[in-house]
Every structure is written in C-alpha cells, then in structure tokens.
C-alpha cells in the first residue's frame, strides 16, 4: 500500500463521504466513553476525515480538538464544517506536534496505516502519561473486511485481530483495558504507562 495512494483515494471519496455515512449512535458512545473522551481533555483525531466525530467531541465538552488527515479535500471539508478546531493535512507519522494528548482516536481509519506497529509506536509518544489512545471501527472485523473488498481494497491492509493490536499497544508503553471485537463494532483502547 502506497501512501500516495490512499490520499488520493479519499481525495476522491471527500465530495460525497457524509453524505455516505451510517452512523450507530450507540456504538459511537461506547466508542467515546471507552476512549476515555470527556470534559476538559485534549484530543487528537487521526485520519480525521470530514470531522464526523468533532461533534462529539465538542458536545463533551473537551479542552481542545487536534485533528489531522492526509487527503486535502477532506481536510477542506472538515476545516469548513468546524472552524474551532485545528485541522492538519499530514501524515501523522511525519508530523511534529508542538504537544501531547490525553486522548488519541483513530476512528474508521486503521487499515488505512501500512505499518500499524510503527503508527502506535508514534501515536504512544504523542500521548500525556497517562493519557489514553483508541483504535475503533463502528463496524465487526468482518464487515469492515466485506467493506474493503472492494475498490479500497488498495488502500487498505486487513485489520488485525484485537488481541494483535492489543499486543502493539503492549509493545508501545500502553495496558490495554479495552478489547472489544464483535458484531456491531471494534475497540482497543489502553493508557499510556506513567
């Protein structure tokens, strides 16, 4: 997977991704709680998208919103939807944030990483100590696998199991309390090591 792709791809995607998205209010909660997203907390979203979550994020309450995403056109979207919040076209891997996180999402956007041990080696060292980082897909493991059969099927590596990505949490400094993996959605969440 090339990441030049994968830009273009959701460069591609950004006109109509809204108009195209479910939404599972319930699991977007459980989401959010698990991930630690609450009042008076620094968020970063990765692979933000058009912002689907900053509403969210916002009617929680929390210190500020951080977000970034490789495809401009999304950016553009996200940028013109929420001007309060701060909105980077990057590669997370290759960005220095002049800060730290307590919370870190990665929402709907995993598989789209090549190297995932090397992305939550970066996103741990973006967090506070003690702060928390999500992986997290409104969908089960195999719907998301069906979902990216098909044209993303270039941009997109096969998303691991939770007791894989449990483990590169491990690896990174982080103890995982959250391992969810069923038919509605998909969840690792952890702390980072004080």
Same mark, same amino acid.
């Given at each position: *997977?090339?990441?030049?792709?994968?830009?273009?791809f @959701?460069?591609?995607?950004?006109?109509?991704?809204?108009?195209d *998205?479910v939404?599972?209010?319930?699991?977007?909660?459980?989401?959010?709680?698990?991930?630690?997203?609450?009042e008076?907390?620094?968020?970063?979203?990765?692979?933000? +998208?058009?912002?689907?979550?900053?509403g969210?994020?916002l009617?929680?309450?929390?210190?500020?919103?951080?977000?970034?995403?490789i495809s401009?056109?999304?950016?553009?979207?996200? !940028?013109?939807?929420f001007? !309060?919040? !701060?909105?980077?076209c990057?590669?997370?891997?290759?960005?220095?944030?002049?800060?730290? @996180?307590?919370?870190?999402?990665v929402?709907?956007?995993?598989?789209? @990483?090549?190297?995932?041990?090397?992305l939550?080696?970066?996103?741990? +060292?973006?967090?506070?100590?003690?702060?928390?980082?999500?992986?997290?897909?409104?969908?089960?493991?195999?719907?998301?696998?069906?979902?990216?059969?098909?044209?993303?099927?270039k941009?997109?590596?096969?998303?691991?199991?939770?007791?894989?990505?449990?483990?590169? @949490?491990?690896?990174? +400094?982080?103890?995982?309390?959250?391992?969810?993996?069923?038919?509605? *959605?998909? !969840?690792?969440?952890?702390?980072?090591?004080?």
């Amino acid at each position: *997977m090339n990441k030049q792709d994968v830009k273009a791809f @959701f460069d591609r995607c950004a006109p109509r991704w809204d108009a195209d *998205m479910v939404r599972n209010e319930a699991v977007i909660e459980t989401i959010l709680n698990n991930g630690g997203i609450r009042e008076g907390v620094h968020v970063l979203d990765v692979a933000c +998208g058009t912002g689907v979550l900053f509403g969210d994020y916002l009617r929680r309450n929390v210190a500020s919103v951080t977000a970034i995403d490789i495809s401009p056109e999304m950016v553009k979207i996200a !940028q013109s939807k929420f001007p !309060q919040v !701060q909105v980077l076209c990057g590669d997370v891997e290759d960005t220095a944030f002049d800060r730290r @996180f307590d919370a870190v999402m990665v929402y709907n956007a995993f598989p789209h @990483f090549p190297d995932p041990a090397h992305l939550i080696a970066v996103l741990s +060292g973006l967090l506070m100590p003690g702060g928390r980082l999500s992986v997290a897909h409104g969908m089960s493991r195999a719907a998301l696998s069906a979902h990216h059969a098909g044209c993303a099927s270039k941009v997109s590596v096969e998303l691991l199991s939770e007791d894989a990505l449990a483990q590169l @949490f491990a690896n990174s +400094g982080l103890d995982v309390d959250v391992r969810i993996s069923d038919e509605r *959605m998909y !969840q690792v969440s952890g702390v980072k090591r004080t």
